[in-house]
């Protein structure tokens, strides 16, 4: 199985700074037939379901604000929150599908305003 | 509006079964790859089955192979899960989460319902 981890655990960030989130995968999850990495990110608020905010790495789903990006490839990710707002606190969860069906999530990083 | 919603949770003893239920609206179910994940109160996300379009594909975890059944009924627009043989591990929310690609298991979720409860206890 691809073992995802994060990192931090948590993090407190002011609003209006930026908060950056890692996530590293036990093994490549770069596809080199297409060049696309099978890594989504999601955020969870308290008392509702997860919500995908990045497929691919990298494209932000619909309706997702700007301020949500992602990069990295391989086996190390990043989920950037440029400018944090209030609504954002969340633990924030990323998870591969490289190896669909046998899909695995990150640990999950909860976010705060400090 | 696009949903996604679950039933039939509650509280089990152990050995006992439940069968968990999501109606889907709102999009074309027959097309989409569907999906179960749980999380255990207080902890992360567990992706336990999938079940293709036309049912011809299904997986399990190893954590529940054996003892789940992943199946659907695209006529009634429902996706179910019968759980046996349950386990004080399995205490978990519930989630029945779609596909984002149509016609294709991708492995990625673009929606999700809100979950049902599911507590095995004695």
């Known amino acids: 199985d691809i073992v995802m981890t994060q990192s931090p655990d948590s993090l407190a960030v002011s609003l209006g700074e930026r908060a950056t989130i890692n996530c590293k995968s036990s093994?490549?999850?770069?596809?080199?037939?297409?060049?696309?990495?099978?890594l989504a990110w999601y955020q969870q608020k308290p008392g509702q379901p997860p919500k995908l905010l990045i497929y691919?790495?990298?494209t932000r789903e619909s309706g997702v604000p700007d301020r949500f990006s992602g990069s990295g490839s391989g086996t190390d990710f990043t989920l950037t929150i440029s400018s944090l707002q209030a609504e954002d606190v969340a633990v924030y969860y990323c998870?591969?599908?490289?190896?669909?069906?046998?899909?695995?999530f990150g640990p999950g990083t909860k976010v705060d305003i400090k | 509006e696009v949903q996604l919603v679950e039933s039939g949770g509650g509280l089990v003893k152990p050995g006992g079964s439940l069968r968990l239920s999501c109606a889907a609206s709102?999009?074309?179910?027959?097309?989409?790859?569907m999906n179960w994940v749980r999380q255990a109160p207080g902890k992360g996300l567990e992706w336990v089955s999938s079940?293709?379009?036309?049912?011809?594909?299904?997986y399990y975890a190893d954590s529940v192979k054996g003892r789940f059944t992943i199946s659907r009924d695209n006529a009634k627009n429902s996706l179910y899960l019968q759980m046996n043989s349950l386990r004080a591990e399995d205490t978990a929310v519930y989630y029945c989460?779609?596909?984002?690609?149509?016609?294709?298991?991708?492995?990625?979720?673009?929606?999700w319902g809100q979950g049902t409860m599911v507590t095995v206890s004695s």
């Open positions: 709102g999009f074309t179910f027959s097309s989409y790859s």
């Open positions: 998870q591969q599908y490289y190896s669909t069906p046998l899909l695995t």
């Open positions: 691919w790495a990298s």
């Open positions: 093994q490549s999850v770069l596809y080199s037939s297409n060049n696309k990495n099978y």
């Open positions: 989460a779609r596909d984002l690609a149509l016609e294709m298991a991708l492995g990625a979720f673009d929606i």
């Open positions: 079940i293709s379009s036309s049912s011809s594909y299904i």
